[in-house]
């Protein structure tokens, strides 16, 4: 049931409320304030009256009292008492009411002279840069709110501690600023208007939050990351988060352009990204290891750090970058990406040259018309290399002695060092090594051919 005082309120009578203060009714004793139905109804009398026959203007609604948009009001409650920044009541005017100017102007007026009307500016424009709303963020700015003061979000205020237990403030999680919300957003045109400093802002954490290639361009043009390292490992963490929107390759491409080398880091901080790029898309991993190839951007020790481990390799032989062998299936079509050997280069991976298998049917010497051909096996090739010098043995074949070589080399039979027959001339015992045997079916038969 409404009470008399309320059913007078609403109803707009002057007349009766008085009469109710008159004989002795307590405005206080109602359960809501009825400055409140004063406000909602618009009526200036009747919060006079109120006011004057002892309402108590702290009951007052604050959200009732901002949405009067009558700056008037807000000077008077403020000149009795009121905490007009309880319970960040004025910070959530200022974010969620652009339209209410006088506010602004309040919160302008005061900010100086009252550090929590600083601090409720501060939060509104946190709140705007994190919404990107470009209206707000101005109308903050304007008033006086610091885009480089770290502020409570009002979307997550149990993520801060600001109950005043007394923790001391550098202990205590502050909140984010604008600026960096502003950064984590991509934002450049809200980013350009709050203005980044890095003696004012910590640039190392806005380089790793920075959501577009544009946001590093301006922090570049105002100083470089000191950590490399850390700002790639986290834009290739966010990279990784396909259920939101992911960071592009753009970003760590931006950095790079910028003028920045990644020299070194520890094992540790190699080993996350190392993770972080192995959960990346396919297409996206091809990119990423091209990017830390392409010119100078890393030094030879951090490449060869992030591609020394079995599950990188594997990785990088599932998208083409290390080539299938003759005998794995789909060898023979597996797309490759471009640049494939420089990036295997950069990151110090070696690939082994396939050995084909020696034939069954083996010629040594060019084929002359009307020549001759002499057949034999490998064991008699190889006696016949370690009966005579190899100079000798070419010369009476029509052959170079370095031809010759070679094809033993081929077919894995061991020729003579250098000086060996000079040391046997000389009596020094010689030593034959032992021919390794072929597989069944490799050089069974070796045809040289001979001029006539």
């Not at 931006?254 to 020299?263: M, T």
Request: glycine share 6%; with cysteine.
């Amino acid at each position: 049931m409404p009470s008399a005082l309320e059913i007078a309120l609403k109803a707009g009578n002057q007349a009766l409320v008085l009469v109710l203060v008159c004989n002795g009714y307590d405005l206080n004793l109602e359960p809501n304030s009825p400055l409140d139905l004063a406000l909602r109804t618009r009526r200036r009398d009747l919060l006079d009256l109120l006011l004057k026959w002892g309402a108590d203007p702290r009951r007052v609604s604050l959200s009732d009292l901002f949405d009067s948009y009558d700056t008037a009001l807000f000077e008077r409650f403020h000149g009795l008492g009121v905490y007009l920044t309880a319970n960040h009541e004025l910070a959530y005017a200022l974010a969620d009411h652009t339209s209410n100017k006088p506010l602004f102007g309040f919160a302008k007026r005061h900010r100086e002279d009252d550090p929590e009307v600083q601090k409720e500016l501060n939060i509104a424009l946190v709140h705007h840069a994190d919404e990107g709303n470009e209206k707000g963020v101005m109308l903050c700015l304007w008033a006086g709110a610091d885009p480089h003061a770290p502020a409570p979000s009002l979307r997550y205020p149990d993520l801060v501690d600001d109950d005043g237990s007394g923790i001391a403030e550098s202990d205590r999680f502050l909140g984010f600023t604008a600026i960096r919300e502003a950064c984590s957003r991509g934002d450049t045109r809200m980013l350009e208007r709050m203005g980044p400093d890095p003696s004012k802002d910590d640039f190392e954490d806005l380089y790793r939050t920075a959501d577009s290639a544009g946001v590093i361009k301006i922090l570049a043009r105002r100083a470089l990351p000191k950590s490399v390292g850390e700002v790639v490992r986290s834009q290739i963490h966010w990279m990784g988060f396909t259920f939101i929107r992911p960071r592009s390759l753009d970003v760590v491409q931006c950095l790079f352009e910028s003028g920045v080398r990644w020299e070194v880091s520890s094992t540790e901080l190699i080993a996350d990204v190392r993770r972080g790029l192995l959960r990346l898309s396919d297409s996206v991993f091809v990119g990423a290891m091209k990017l830390f190839a392409k010119e100078d951007y890393c030094s030879p020790a951090v490449l060869q750090e992030l591609g020394r481990t079995p599950s990188m390799r594997a990785r990088m032989k599932k998208v083409g970058f290390i080539p299938s062998t003759a005998n794995e299936p789909h060898s023979h079509y597996q797309y490759r990406p471009t640049r494939s050997k420089e990036v295997l280069s950069r990151f110090g991976i070696e690939i082994p040259k396939p050995k084909s298998p020696i034939p069954r049917y083996v010629e040594i010497g060019a084929w002359r018309r009307g020549g001759r051909e002499i057949q034999l096996d490998r064991a008699a090739l190889f006696d016949r290399v370690w009966s005579q010098p190899l100079q000798t043995l070419a010369k009476e074949w029509s052959l170079s002695d370095r031809g010759l070589a070679k094809a033993c080399r081929r077919l894995k039979i061991p020729v003579p060092p250098r000086g060996f027959w000079a040391r046997v001339q000389h009596g020094q015992r010689r030593h034959r090594p032992r021919l390794l045997e072929l597989k069944p079916g490799e050089a069974e038969v070796i045809v040289i051919r001979l001029p006539k």
